[in-house]
């Protein structure tokens, strides 16, 4: 919110009330309550909803942890992103994923999308240098994850690769209690 002028909007949605209580007392604090909105409760279906307008001037941004997870009616957080990119809106996708077979189908789905919108997709990457095809061998929390952004300005985009790589220097040479943890980085524009 910092980056993005005080004419953006700003949804927030969320299956946790303290979560959403947290924007909305930061939002207080930097006196742009009247431009954030938050929604307790399913996310993919509230912003698929047809009356869920989205316009070049919203900024979404996505954390799931597998985006590919279906709601009730069967629709994922993809479908959301691809909406959002394809109105034009600001829109970043925070992704995590437990193996390299994981990381690679997010990678070919965003690819889809970018071909299927014609428009650009970037996508910042960290994993687990020990991550396989269908294991870790450690976890720390999240053994890796990714950001994709589409229709942010040229800044926002070196940013996010700025710091992407400043975290991949920082662990290159990682330990997690006694096991090697170095971490692994990759940006990809489709």
Known sequence: MDILSNKSNYYFHDIEFDALSDVTLDAKK???ESCVKTFCGDSVQAFLNKEYVLDRNDFVFLDPYTPFDNNAEG???FDIFEKSISVGSMTLLWYGYDNLECKY???NYIKKIATKLNTKIW???VWLKCMTNNDFKINPGVPGCGLACANLSRESINVLGKYMN????HYSNATYCTDEAS???ESIEY
Do not use: E, M, P, Y
């Not at 400043?166 to 220097?169: A, E, L």
């Open 183 to 185: 971490l692994l980085t």
């Open 75 to 77: 629709f994922k957080f």
């Open 30 to 32: 930097r006196g742009i």
């Open 123 to 125: 996508c910042f990457d």
């Open 166 to 169: 400043i975290i991949g220097k």
């Open 105 to 107: 189908g997010i990678s």
